[in-house]
Nanobody, 118 residues
Framework: QVPIVESGGGLVQPGGSLNLSCSASESELYFTYLTMAWYRQTPGKERELVARMSREGSIEYGDAVKGRFTISRDNSKSTVYLQMHNLKPDDTGVYYC??????????WGQGTQVAVTA
């Protein structure tokens, strides 16, 4: 199994910004076949969708982050990014990246911690 590696988490004050990265460790060509997504696990809640970008380029955001977060991808680096702005304490949690192969198999990273606190 090719590993997924998330990075960029940390501690930020409310209203601040963070940029997360997720390396899918795939060839540039194969990466274009993948649907990539960010999920998060916040305290007391089930894991929820943050943002998803399909292999065709369509994008979906979770309701809680619309207008504040932006997902993007760089196929040449087989990497997907999550820009997070106007962060709120409710955004605190572990952020996971996953990749979905054309056969439907999904692989998860280990997660990166985001903490939003004054």
């Amino acid at each position: 199994q090719v590993p997924i590696v998330e990075s960029g988490g940390g501690l930020v004050q409310p209203g601040g910004s963070l940029n997360l990265s997720c390396s899918a460790s795939e060839s540039e060509l194969y990466f274009t076949y993948l649907t990539m997504a960010w999920y998060r696990q916040t305290p007391g809640k089930e894991r929820e969708l943050v943002a998803r970008m399909s292999r065709e380029g369509s994008i979906e955001y979770g309701d809680a982050v619309k207008g504040r977060f932006t997902i993007s991808r760089d196929n040449s680096k087989s990497t997907v990014y999550l820009q997070m702005h106007n962060l709120k304490p409710d955004d605190t949690g572990v952020y996971y990246c996953n990749k979905e192969r054309p056969n439907g198999n999904v692989y998860w990273g280990q997660g990166t911690q985001v903490a939003v606190t004054a």
